[in-house]
């Protein structure tokens, strides 16, 4: 069935109409980046005209390396692995991706109830992967603070800023960082395309594969050309995606939270920063599997959170790192809005959500 309702956008939100096209319209041409002939330099000059794109879009001082990889987990795979091969201890939230808590971590930083950092935790050398936004609460890292604290105890930082991008300002200039990530398919760019952004004189980036020189012989493979050129034209949306993020869906989000905590328990909602877009809520009493499961028969898409990766569902370890008790854990799903949806779709899930709880309560 086709869902009407689609509030799963911090898994992937939507491609931009005028990404599609774009990347439909360079056509059948065998861009192959690393040949000499026209239609390699043609490759070539479309991937270093992105990469200036970023550099630009995303306020990247000049002397930092930008990377093109397949996917997010690529690049925060590197990254990490890059620290711990030039003997750096590594340290992270518990509240992280998985694609950054499952490194060789020394110690995990513990958050608050509102998902926030505990900074006096940040104490002793070593590289800190902290996400700006959290993809299943929306909660932001009050970040200066942050990177002023690991830069205090001589730490290098490196920021997953994935699911920040297209729904909060974000500049590398202003936030100061060593390194960051960020993927294409959050902000309306295709999958299978990433960036990882770092700062060669902080870090010693060392490629995860071997084979040619490509991306300067730290990820050789042969370059997505057209999920590049793809990532390129949503970079130029970013800036109104952001506007209408808080001019149009943040009032939708609070509304939703409004209507939904009469019931349910919001998570994240005392943190001083907040994803416009994100919404984590538990239905006490209904595990989130089955209320995804439900939600989904009646034409509305929504996730039980990074809870719910490869179609399973994990240990709830954003809302028991918040210090959740495991029953309301695992109750919790994710609303994750776009740029498109509607004050009318709100109301709707609402009235579904509300019938679901009520149709548990006289059952039980
Ligand atoms: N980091 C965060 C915060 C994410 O939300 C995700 C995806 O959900 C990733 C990393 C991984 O991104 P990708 O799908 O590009 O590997």
């Known amino acids: ?32 980046p690393s040949s000499i002939h026209l239609y390699g330099r043609k490759a070539r000059s479309i991937i270093e005209s992105v990469r200036a794109k970023v550099a630009d879009v995303l306020s990247v001082p000049r002397h930092f390396r930008i990377i093109f990889t397949g996917t997010a987990t ?15 201890r590594i340290f992270t939230p518990k509240s992280e991706h998985p694609s950054v808590l499952k490194a060789d971590v020394s110690r995990h930083i513990s958050v608050n109830e509102s998902g926030e950092v505990l900074l006096g935790e940040i104490s002793e050398e070593g590289l800190y ?37 297209g729904k909060i300002k974000f500049s590398c200039s202003d936030i100061g960082a060593h390194a960051y990530t960020i993927s294409g398919h959050k902000f309306g760019g295709p999958q299978g395309v990433a960036c990882l952004i770092y700062d060669p004189d902080a ?33 130029e949306e970013v800036q109104s995606r952001v506007e209408v993020m808080e001019r149009n869906i943040l009032p939708i989000r609070d509304f939703l939270e409004v209507e939904l905590a009469k019931d349910g328990i919001i998570f ?30 009646q034409g509305i898409a929504v996730s039980a959170g990074a809870a719910c990766s490869a179609g399973r569902v994990d240990y709830p370890h954003v809302h028991m790192a918040m210090g959740s008790n495991y029953d309301d854990a695992i109750c919790a799903i994710r609303i994750s809005l776009g740029i498109d949806n509607t004050i009318d779709e709100a109301r709707t899930f609402i009235d579904h959500w509300h019938k679901l709880y009520n149709q548990h309560k006289n059952n039980s």
Do not use: C, W
Request: hydrophobic share 40%; glycine share 10%; no cysteine.
């Open 1 to 32: 069935m086709t869902h009407n309702i689609y509030f799963d956008h911090n898994a992937t939100t939507i491609a931009s109409p005028n990404v599609i096209s774009g990347m439909f319209n360079l056509g059948v041409e065998p861009l192959n």
């Open 74 to 88: 690529e690049a925060n795979n590197i990254i990490l692995t890059s620290a711990k091969r030039a003997g750096m």
């Open 129 to 165: 992967s902290i996400m700006l936004a959290n993809n299943e609460t929306g909660v932001v890292q009050a970040i200066d603070e942050v990177v002023e604290k690991v830069k205090s105890v001589n730490g290098i930082i490196h920021i997953d800023a994935v699911q920040a991008i």
């Open 203 to 235: 870090i010693a980036v060392k490629p995860l594969l071997f084979g040619g020189g490509q991306e300067k012989g730290m990820r050789p493979g042969t370059e997505n050309v057209r999920a590049i050129y793809g990532l390129g034209v949503a970079l």
């Open 268 to 297: 994240g909602k005392g943190a001083r920063h907040r994803l416009p877009n994100t919404t984590s809520v538990s239905m006490p009493g209904v595990r989130s599997e089955i209320q995804v499961i439900h939600f989904d028969s």
